[in-house]
Structures are given as structure tokens and as C-alpha cells.
């Protein structure tokens, strides 16, 4: 599966990781199928921001609300790595519920997108297009 994603996408995830550093920043994207249309960056409200993050869960609540009311769909979740790689972490392969959503994790100026399914994470490729 390609992800799509505008540039304007891709910017802001690298902007939020960057100015959440050295917390780790998070949020939802939102879209339809398997074109990332917006983020909303939320809060971390986990006690150790500098290492794990936990998305505001009014956030998602709002989110999961305007979706039903005709809005754009959850199609995952984003954090960054402040300190580490652009890939899965040992705490997110054991936190992450396996149903099949897509992650996209931002460590070094990079994003990497990934679907969490029974067998764990999948890499999946991406490219950026037109709004």
C-alpha cells in the first residue's frame, strides 16, 4: 500500500517534531483510504515526554466525533523519536494495538510511515502529491 501525503503534510510533521524537541511530539491524521489529508498535533500527556507519548484523549474523542459527523477519517497516529531512529520502537511494537492502522514516526528529519497489524509493523512506502 503507497501512502499519499501533500508536502505541506510531510512539513508539518518535521516542524512538529522539531519544535516538541527534546519531547516527543504526537497527534492523528486524518484523511480518506490511504491519503493522509491533515495532522492535528494534540498534547503528550504522558508523564515522560522526553521518552514515550500519549495522545490527548479528547483529542481523539474530537477527532472520532467529526469523523462521524461527516469529517475526514482516523487513519493513524503520529510521534517522533527526539533521540532515536524513524522506525518502530521496542515500547511501540508492545503498546501499539494491532488494527491495521498507519503510524508515521519522525526521528532526524525523516518520516517513516508504518501499518500495525497482527504481525506487528509493516513499512509502507509514501509519496508526496498535490493538495
Not at 36 to 48: G, L, M, R, S
Not at 89 to 94: E, G, I, L, Q, V
Request: with cysteine; glycine share 10%; charged share 20%.
Amino acid at each position: 500500500m503507497m501512502i499519499e501525503l501533500t508536502s505541506e503534510v510531510r512539513e508539518a510533521l518535521l516542524a512538529q517534531a522539531e519544535l516538541a524537541h527534546p519531547r516527543e511530539c504526537c497527534g492523528i491524521m486524518l484523511g480518506h483510504g490511504n491519503r493522509i489529508a491533515e495532522i492535528v498535533a494534540t498534547d503528550n500527556v504522558h508523564p515522560a515526554p522526553e521518552t514515550h507519548f500519549e495522545i490527548d484523549p479528547q483529542a481523539l474523542v474530537d477527532c472520532h466525533r467529526a469523523a462521524r459527523g461527516g469529517g475526514p477519517e482516523i487513519l493513524g497516529y503520529y510521534h517522533s523519536h527526539p533521540n532515536g531512529l524513524a522506525r518502530p520502537s521496542a515500547t511501540d511494537m508492545s503498546m501499539a494495538a494491532p488494527d491495521g492502522s498507519i503510524w508515521a514516526i519522525i526521528a532526524a528529519g525523516r518520516v517513516s510511515f508504518w501499518r500495525i497489524g497482527d504481525a506487528g509493523f509493516e513499512a509502507l512506502p509514501y509519496e508526496t502529491c498535490g493538495r
